[in-house]
């Protein structure tokens, strides 16, 4: 069964030409390391909650924007190997393909795919 890598970002909202830039990148190194698709969105209609939202999760400020995405692999055997190859990836190196955004306030996990209608 499939395995999704998931993670929500604040991103400075006037970096979002940075951030899609960064992610495109991101994206074809995953791709070419096993991910089956790589997903990126931009938050539009992203609530503020009282006891828990997007914006709360990774403490959003007012020049901010939610990015929302996640990857989908075959497998975690396959997504383990990837992120593996993607850490090593010279892409990937701060000093090549900065982070656009605080990694420090980002929020991810991995997840048994249940259902994929």
């Not at 698709?37 to 400020?61: H, M, Q, R």
């Amino acid at each position: 069964m499939s395995y999704v890598d998931g993670f929500i970002a604040a991103v400075p909202t006037a970096k979002r030409g940075q951030y899609l830039e960064h992610a495109k990148v991101a994206a074809k190194v995953f791709k070419e390391n096993g991910a089956l698709s790589v997903v990126e969105c931009w938050g539009e209609d992203v609530p503020p909650g009282k006891v828990t939202s997007f914006p709360l999760a990774v403490k959003l400020k007012e020049d901010e924007t939610v990015a929302f995405g996640w990857i989908i692999w075959p497998d975690k055997a396959t997504r383990n190997a990837g992120m593996e190859k993607m850490m090593q990836d010279t892409r990937m190196k701060p000093d090549v393909n900065p982070m656009p955004f605080d990694g420090q306030r980002m929020v991810f996990g991995g997840f048994d795919l249940l259902l994929q209608s």
